[in-house]
């Protein structure tokens, strides 16, 4: 009987392995336990050559806002920043409602402090239009911008704040009617999404300028529509599907229309079209062609030369028009007669795919190309002449992010790190206390020093430090300490931050974790006289970095060839797998305990049909739900949705 429960819930094992190996795609963390950050597959060609900075994502699951019922149990998608290993620099999902983010990036022009900026999506119900948002480099939010209603939703596709630190542009779509006779047809209307641009002014929301494709660009130029293309109602054709802006110093506008083919140059006096590139009404003579383009931008401006940057799709969701998609710098004369256009550089999608849907590309400070692939957070960075320097991927198939981005950062939180302390041992005599430390968002730390007291206010005892490790830095000390705190420096030894003081967490059930001594005469230790036989037992006698500091000085500076603690880091690091090795076997060992006792009762009592049950109910439930993704949906279907609502 035993042994037909044992094979019958196989399949349960099964299923919650399997849900176990989705979940390995992100980090977790003690210290911060409602986030679960994607992870990435970093790949580095040429690591010399690479441009300082980090990345900038939103990973999302799909374009469409989520209902409640569809979100992840913890927060996943959202605004991230990851440093070059794909290592966490901050989380900001929880910041966010768990809703998407867009267009997350740094701002180098507002101010002397950098700051961030991005689009936060309208809600699920319709409730919350959404807003351009712009945050301070301690990542508090200090600009929440809406459109005015007519305007309908703050558009998901940019959000770019120019150089003067005034003013910022964002992509609008309007539902309109219009007469069909530019195809032909002038007893028919249908309706149709103008798509167009507007300047707004950061601190106000006020708009500055707006311009829109109605009665400006025409249905015949549209690559979607054409003469045999039934009307349709409300919200009705996207015909131009705008998806980029930008300003040059004249004060001109190109837009780029990835449903024309086309990027526009628009006067910033009037309004008018002063030339197209691409698509079906081109003013140009091309040495290349390019299609369903996104991210269109200036390099330089100067009068009758122009340096754009653009994403070639090269394709959508049903077709393709060139093999791979690539990223292009392409050099404008528009005094030329006919005006000329051709290609400074190209940069081809390192896998040879395309990519069908969003993206962007960035030229850097140094001249590198950083490109945003988008499906599976896939990016590129590329030298001058073209070579890959990096991939990277989320390890997940689950997200995207619609553009990627690569930025110099420092961040500075106004929140303390996060820390969280807990003892365990088997006696008395061989107790160990455990710190995990982070800070979410801070930039530029190089170690951790650790501290405890004998009471909350006592003053603090240096007990060691290490070297930041990953988002989440781990450091185990000797001995029952109690009444903890952090404090993170940077390279120069000068204190960044320092976290509250907690008391140390301790198992609910001792004997449970293996601890074999007497609970009631178990208490914390002084610091000082744990610090002292640690350093009595080194077989260095020189001091340890920080020890003999009674206060948090930010003077202790890592340097493993003087430091006493040396060999206890050795220790430290076996400690700790050895505490997370005893903590597994415990669980496992608690775990198969229960099942074998639930599969008793099981078979003895309701038999196989129970069973069934339990198997049916167990099947539906998910460690975390699947996020329905937007691949295979026409993005102007997506677009339909996103503006109906």
């Known amino acids: 009987m035993l042994l037909c429960g044992l094979l019958f819930l196989l399949p349960l094992f099964l299923q919650n392995a399997a849900a176990l190996q989705r979940d390995e795609d992100l980090m977790s963390f003690v210290t911060l336990p409602h986030i679960r950050a994607l992870k990435f597959d970093v790949h580095y060609q040429d690591r010399d050559r690479v441009s300082p900075g980090y990345w900038f994502v939103a990973p999302y699951g799909q374009v469409d806002?989520?209902?409640?019922?569809?979100?992840?149990?913890?927060?996943?998608?959202?605004?991230?920043?990851?440093d070059?290993?794909?290592?966490?620099?901050?989380?900001?999902?929880?910041?966010?409602?768990?809703?998407?983010?867009?267009?997350?990036?740094?701002?180098?022009?507002?101010?002397?402090?950098?700051?961030?900026?991005?689009?936060?999506?309208?809600?699920?119900?319709?409730?919350?239009?959404?807003?351009?948002?712009?945050?301070?480099?301690?990542?508090?939010?200090?600009?929440?911008?809406?459109?005015?209603?007519?305007?309908?939703a703050f558009d998901i596709h940019e959000f770019n704040i120019l150089?003067?630190?005034?003013?910022?542009?964002?992509?609008?779509?309007?539902?309109?009617?219009?007469?069909?006779?530019?195809?032909?047809?002038?007893?028919?209307?249908?309706?149709?999404?103008?798509?167009?641009?507007?300047?707004?002014?950061?601190?106000?929301?006020?708009?500055?300028?707006?311009?829109?494709?109605?009665?400006?660009?025409?249905?015949?130029?549209?690559?979607?529509?054409?003469?045999?293309?039934?009307?349709?109602?409300?919200?009705?054709?996207?015909?131009?599907?705008?998806?980029?802006?930008?300003?040059?110093?004249?004060?001109?506008?190109?837009?780029?229309?990835?449903?024309?083919?086309?990027?526009?140059?628009?006067?910033?006096?009037?309004?008018?079209?002063?030339?197209?590139?691409?698509?079906?009404?081109?003013?140009?003579?091309?040495?290349?062609?390019?299609?369903?383009?996104?991210?269109?931008?200036?390099?330089?401006?100067?009068?009758?030369?122009?340096?754009?940057?653009?994403?070639?799709?090269?394709?959508?969701?049903?077709t393709n028009d060139e093999a791979v998609s690539s990223a292009l710098i392409v050099e404008l004369d528009t005094a030329a007669v006919p005006k000329t256009a051709k290609v400074l550089r190209r940069y081809n999608r390192p896998d040879g795919g395309l990519t069908r849907l969003r993206g962007n590309a960035q030229l850097l400070p140094n001249d590198n190309m950083f490109i945003g692939w988008s499906e599976r957070g896939y990016i590129s960075e590329h030298a001058p002449d073209s070579k890959v320097l990096l991939t990277a991927m989320f390890n997940s198939t689950r997200f995207s992010t619609y553009r990627a981005y690569k930025f110099e950062f420092t961040g500075r939180p106004s929140s303390p790190p996060d820390l969280v302390v807990s003892v365990a041992g088997t006696d008395e005599s061989h107790m160990l206390t455990t710190f995990y430390v982070s800070w979410n968002g801070a930039t530029d730390i190089a170690?951790?020093?650790?501290?405890?007291?004998?009471?909350?206010?006592?003053?603090?005892?240096?007990?060691?430090?290490?070297?930041?490790?990953?988002?989440?830095?781990?450091?185990?000390?000797?001995?029952?300490?109690?009444?903890?705190?952090?404090?993170?420096?940077?390279?120069?030894?000068?204190?960044?931050?320092?976290?509250?003081?907690?008391?140390?967490?301790?198992?609910?059930?001792?004997?449970?974790?293996?601890?074999?001594?007497?609970?009631?005469?178990?208490?914390?230790?002084?610091?000082?006289?744990?610090?002292?036989?640690?350093?009595?037992?080194?077989?260095?006698?020189?001091?340890?970095?920080g020890v003999g500091n009674s206060t948090a000085s930010g003077d202790a500076k890592l340097d493993s060839s003087v430091s006493s603690n040396s060999g206890m880091v050795a220790v430290d690091a076996t400690a700790a797998e050895a505490l997370r090795t005893a903590q597994d076997t415990y669980e496992l060992v608690r775990d198969i305990g229960a099942l074998i006792s639930f599969v008793v009762i099981v078979c003895v009592i309701a038999g196989i049909v129970a069973g069934i049950y339990t198997l049916v109910r167990r099947r539906k439930r998910t460690m975390y739900q699947h996020i329905p993704t937007e691949e295979g949906l026409p993005e102007e279907q997506i677009r339909r949705r996103s503006t109906h609502e």
């Open 163 to 318: 150089n003067d630190g005034k003013s910022g542009l964002a992509i609008t779509y309007r539902e309109r009617e219009t007469g069909m006779e530019d195809l032909a047809r002038p007893d028919e209307r249908t309706a149709i999404l103008s798509g167009g641009f507007v300047e707004l002014d950061i601190n106000t929301a006020e708009t500055t300028f707006e311009w829109d494709s109605f009665q400006n660009v025409p249905l015949s130029e549209s690559n979607r529509y054409g003469f045999n293309s039934k009307p349709e109602g409300r919200p009705g054709w996207d015909y131009v599907h705008a998806n980029a802006v930008d300003k040059n110093e004249d004060g001109d506008f190109i837009v780029s229309f990835r449903f024309t083919n086309t990027i526009y140059m628009i006067s910033g006096k009037d309004g008018v079209i002063m030339w197209r590139l691409g698509g079906s009404r081109s003013d140009f003579v091309q040495d290349f062609t390019f299609s369903k383009q996104h991210d269109a931008k200036f390099v330089k401006s100067n009068g009758t030369h122009h340096t754009i940057s653009f994403l070639n799709n090269a394709s959508d969701e049903l």
């Open 84 to 152: 070059g290993d794909g290592g966490l620099v901050w989380a900001g999902s929880f910041m966010f409602d768990n809703r998407n983010v867009f267009d997350f990036k740094a701002v180098h022009s507002i101010g002397r402090e950098p700051h961030l900026s991005l689009v936060w999506q309208s809600s699920w119900d319709g409730i919350d239009s959404g807003h351009g948002v712009i945050l301070k480099n301690n990542y508090e939010i200090t600009n929440q911008l809406p459109f005015r209603p007519e305007l309908g």
């Open 447 to 545: 170690g951790w020093n650790f501290y405890a007291r004998t009471a909350e206010h006592a003053p603090p005892v240096f007990v060691g430090n290490t070297t930041k490790s990953d988002f989440e830095t781990m450091y185990v000390a000797p001995g029952y300490l109690d009444w903890v705190s952090a404090e993170a420096f940077d390279h120069h030894g000068m204190v960044l931050g320092t976290s509250q003081v907690h008391r140390s967490r301790v198992p609910s059930n001792w004997a449970a974790t293996g601890f074999k001594g007497e609970v009631a005469e178990l208490k914390p230790q002084d610091p000082t006289v744990v610090v002292s036989a640690t350093v009595d037992d080194s077989d260095d006698t020189a001091p340890a970095a």
């Open 65 to 82: 806002p989520e209902a409640p019922s569809h979100r992840f149990q913890q927060y996943q998608i959202g605004p991230y920043i990851y």
